[in-house]
């Protein structure tokens, strides 16, 4: 392995006490060295270091960002945090290029901060290239934008896969301004697989978008989606959901489900699965879109339960179910603080749809 000059960062990377890799208004600012095995340098750097990496990237696009490595057989416990801080208005393009090398097993937690007034435009682009037989998972929070209404965030990721990896995935954001999330995956070895879970909140006047993409482009490949939300007041969310199984992903397996709870009459949500399948495969899609008053709550006040109370039992365990697990407990403590607990306490001064 060469030497690089930046930032190398021990094994576990991420305490509490250590921080997160920030990108402070789109520029990778950690700049301290250490011995360990985890790469992480400004994009400009990783150039001299690891260009046979990044030959597929044009060096104009690489001003701002962060190039971050993980070695093969290298396994990491804690995840890594990379934090996106918005300090003031302007415009921010970012870019995130993670490589993980065979048979490596790690997590990352992406977040961001926002300033709570002021205008801005943020575009993350995040590509993942995993090796053969690596794990891979990628969660970001993007609850923070429940109190930014203005700004416009943009959250694009590409993922390709070799023979055996396996990736997962699962985003949440709570929109109160525009927020647009891309997923681009592509299952290029034999036996990759990939599992893409979220949870969108919208409200306000809040304008969601969440645009799918799985590309099963080798032999023996499995992918599922699973993505829910809960769209109020006058907010939109759209879901455009596509897999496509070419000629070379015969024998391949592939599902999609979406789920909307409408709370509110000035509420959207629009769903939209598309199947392109071009091999011998099997692939199936599903998209619901519910409102809040429905049999459940029906059956919830027939048992003496006050309209409130079963309003918030029917919309806590609509999220729920996308929370379990130990790995998923922050996730569900961001969600309850920046939109469950919001929403509630103004069921009062609001009647939720009938």
Do not use: W
């Amino acid at each position: 392995m060469k030497k690089c000059v930046g930032t190398l960062l021990q094994q576990p990377l991420l305490k509490k006490e250590g921080g997160a890799l920030m990108l402070v208004d789109g520029t990778f600012q950690q700049k301290s060295c250490q011995e360990g095995n985890i790469i992480a340098l400004p994009l400009e750097e990783a150039f001299s270091s690891y260009g046979s990496l990044l030959q597929c990237v044009e060096k104009t696009e690489a001003k701002n960002g962060l190039f971050l490595y993980v070695p093969p057989k290298v396994c990491l416990e804690e995840p890594l945090e990379i934090e996106h801080l918005v300090t003031h208005n302007g415009q921010f393009f970012p870019k995130i290029f993670v490589f993980a090398g065979n048979e490596s097993r790690f997590s990352i937690l992406l977040k961001a901060s926002f300033p709570q007034h002021g205008s801005f435009l943020y575009h993350s682009s995040c590509e993942l290239h995993l090796g053969d037989a690596s794990h891979v998972s990628l969660s970001e929070d993007f609850s923070a934008l429940s109190k930014q209404n203005k700004g416009a965030f943009f959250d694009t990721i590409h993922v390709r896969q070799q023979a055996g990896s396996h990736f997962s995935f699962f985003g949440l954001s709570c929109a109160t301004g525009e927020f647009r999330s891309r997923l681009h995956i592509e299952l290029a070895g034999a036996g990759a697989e990939a599992a893409l879970k979220g949870f969108f909140a919208a409200s306000r006047h809040g304008k969601s978008y969440l645009e799918t993409e799985v590309v099963h482009s080798a032999p023996s490949t499995k992918s599922s989606q699973y993505f829910k939300e809960i769209v109020s007041d006058r907010a939109l969310h759209s879901f455009l959901g596509k897999i496509r199984i070419t000629k070379e992903g015969a024998n391949s397996e592939a599902s999609q489900i979406n789920r909307s709870l409408i709370l509110h009459d000035g509420a959207r949500a629009i769903a939209k699965p598309i199947l392109e399948i071009l091999s011998d495969a099997k692939a199936s899609h599903g998209a619901t879109t519910n409102y809040l008053y429905g049999e459940e709550l029906f059956y919830l006040m027939c048992r003496g339960l006050s309209e409130k109370e079963a309003q918030r039992l029917v919309i806590q365990g609509f999220c729920e179910e996308m929370f379990q697990g130990e790995e998923r407990k922050e996730l569900k403590k961001s969600l309850f603080s920046c939109f469950f607990k919001p929403l509630m306490a103004n069921v009062r001064n609001k009647r939720l749809k009938r």
